[in-house]
């Protein structure tokens, strides 16, 4: 069954708070920078979808036989969303078994015509899986859901279901089968083609009228997106394992990470992780402009990029970012 990284969500807001977060053990302090959320305006937006996707009405029931989507491209913050959600739902042991109130899979491209079905299997606790046609084990599969009380089944990565026309044709009747139960909804998760492969399957659309959201990039060109993504940059700040704040939404760097993440969520952590890291190893107080250069070239197009006047394009690399200023932890 799946188990979800533990998501770090605290700030630190007080000096002894930080102290007493940059004093933790390095192992702990690296679990708590590559799994840092920040309920931004888009996470919380995005969130409430899902669990008005999950139960329409509250106090309510499971939905019923729906197909919906969570859309948007690649790094977009998607899956950080969902896993956060589900695993606000646990699997519960109980006197007749395991409970799964939100099942989460992720799919793949290496996945044969059983696959599908067999996950959800492992994912409902089975023990072993009996050798059966791919029509049986989607059948059977579908049963489970509602033996073990699923009332949402979150396929991430959804866009991989429809690539091969034979494989799709066992994915999509394993889904219509899942639908046809009645007993919780589908939400499919992954890049904005999903839309197009569910318009042209009808009896999917039509279980619910594939109601769906989409997860943005921040556009570096609206001022809205710009406060937002500086908002966005403080609470990452205000998480990190650090004794200091290390700045990261002052004006210089939000410039500096619109234009090497694209405004994509998970590219601004990819550099961020990286640039903590950095910071731990060398026991520093606080993320420094260095580390923030450093992982920023690592990840550009070779090493640099070149701005619009064709000079040398060096990200984090300000006057009055001194890295010399910033001390070591005694």
């Known amino acids: 069954m799946r188990v979800f990284p533990e998501f770090h969500r605290t700030t630190f807001l007080t000096d002894d708070q930080r102290r007493a977060a940059s004093e933790l053990p390095p192992a702990e302090r690296q679990s708590m920078v590559t799994n840092l959320v920040v309920p931004s305006k888009q996470f919380n937006r995005l969130s409430g979808k899902v669990a008005r996707f999950h139960r329409h009405v509250d106090g309510g029931v499971a939905g019923p036989g729906w197909v919906g989507g969570l859309l948007g491209e690649s790094r977009a913050g998607k899956t950080t969303i969902l896993q956060s959600y589900a695993q606000k739902f646990p699997a519960v042991l109980g006197e007749n078994g395991y409970t799964v109130p939100v099942l989460y899979i992720e799919a793949r491209d290496d996945w044969d015509l059983l696959e599908f079905g067999r996950q959800i299997y492992f994912e409902t606790a089975a023990s072993s899986i009996p050798r059966l046609s791919t029509a049986s084990v989607n059948t059977q599969a579908a049963r489970r859901i509602g033996l073990f009380g699923v009332e949402l089944i979150i396929i991430d990565d ?7 026309v034979r494989k799709t044709t066992s994915y999509v009747s394993l889904l219509t089968a899942i639908a046809n139960t009645r007993k919780c909804n ?6 904005p083609s999903i839309r197009d492969a569910i318009e042209a399957i009808p009896h999917l659309k039509n ?3 594939f109601p769906h959201d989409t997860a943005y990039d921040f556009d570096a060109d609206l001022p809205d997106d710009r406060e937002q993504f500086r908002v966005f940059l403080e609470g ?3 998480r990190l394992p650090f004794l200091r ?12 990470f619109l234009h090497v993440s694209g405004g994509s969520i998970g590219n601004v952590m990819n550099i ?6 950095m910071a731990i190893n060398e026991k520093r107080n606080c993320i420094m402009a260095s580390h923030l250069r450093a992982a920023a070239l690592e990840r550009m197009h070779d090493g640099t990029k070149a701005a619009s006047n064709a000079k040398r394009y060096i990200p984090f690399n300000h006057v009055g970012v001194d890295d010399a200023e910033v001390p070591k932890v005694a």
Request: aromatic share 8%; no cysteine.
């Open 186 to 191: 589908i939400l499919l998760a992954g890049l």
């Open 207 to 209: 279980r619910g009228g």
């Open 245 to 256: 704040k290390s700045n990261l939404s002052q004006k210089a760097y939000v410039a500096d």
């Open 236 to 238: 990452v700040d205000r």
């Open 272 to 277: 961020v992780i990286d640039a903590a890291f």
């Open 158 to 164: 959804a866009h991989r279901l429809f690539g091969q």
